[in-house]
């Protein structure tokens, strides 16, 4: 007796297609992990770049703060009192020069009288 192939209803592809089905289910699946991470990095990114602002900001502001205070004439020692010293000096120097000319013109018209009188 000889056994003859008998027809199996049953395919032997089913497992191959389940196969390949779940090779295509991980590639979609890391397709959207690398896109999750790509936004991920970029909000990483957006993040430490406003971190770096605020940092900036507050750094900023204390300097921007300390030079105000020392604009506030209180002691004697800030900027505006130098600034408030340097203007009085400037203005006892322009009436000092002011004063040295007009003698050195008086100077030189009594030099002059008395070079006409000789």
Known sequence: MIMESIPVPV???VPRIFFVAW???VAVAMA???LIGRYA????QMITG???LVKDAERNGSVLAEIAEQFRSDSGSTLRDAIN???HATKN???TAVEAKTMAEKLERLVINKN???
Request: net charge negative; proline share 0%; hydrophobic share 45%.
């Open 11 to 13: 395919s032997f592809d």
């Open 116 to 118: 006409d009188k000789e």
């Open 23 to 25: 090779i295509s289910y």
């Open 32 to 34: 959207a992990l690398a």
């Open 85 to 87: 010293r340097i203007e």
């Open 50 to 52: 406003v971190a770096k």
């Open 41 to 44: 990095l970029r909000a990483s």
């Open 93 to 95: 120097a322009e009436t």
